[in-house]
């Protein structure tokens, strides 16, 4: 059974950094297996996918946040690991990380990942 904890400030101040940690348990982030997928939900909206790391490390984003936006791996912790540079009270939302079986961009229906964290909440504020 793979679980994933994401994990990070609940609270980031206007043009900050905001770093965020998924920890996997139960499989490898350099499997081929699955893609590690990075989702937000605003107050009030729906999921807006933000990117994916694949196992040997190749990343794609959405094209509103390639600017901002970085995820990278730490293999000897076994995370994945999301940076988004500049953050507005708009970044304000619920962070998931999800793992999926398939290549997939853009994709927000949940039935899409086979595995979901439970969510940390981000709130950009003065």
């Known amino acids: 059974q793979v679980q994933l904890q994401e994990s990070g400030p609940g609270l980031v101040k206007p043009s900050q950094t905001l770093s965020l940690t998924c920890t996997v348990s139960g499989a490898s982030i350099r499997t081929e297996t699955y893609f590690w997928n990075w989702l937000r939900q605003p107050p009030g909206k729906g999921l807006e996918w933000m990117g994916v790391?694949?196992?040997?490390?190749?990343?794609w984003y959405s094209p509103s946040l390639k600017n901002r936006l970085s995820i990278s791996m730490d293999t000897s912790k076994n995370q994945v690991t999301l940076q988004l540079l500049s953050v507005t009270p708009e970044d304000t939302a619920v962070y998931y990380c999800?793992?999926?079986?398939?290549?997939?961009?853009?994709?927000?229906?949940?039935?899409?990942?086979?595995?979901w964290g439970q969510g940390t909440q981000v709130t950009v504020s003065s």
């Open positions: 790391i694949s196992g040997s490390g190749s990343a």
């Open positions: 999800a793992a999926a079986k398939t290549f997939i961009l853009g994709v927000t229906s949940k039935d899409a990942y086979e595995y």
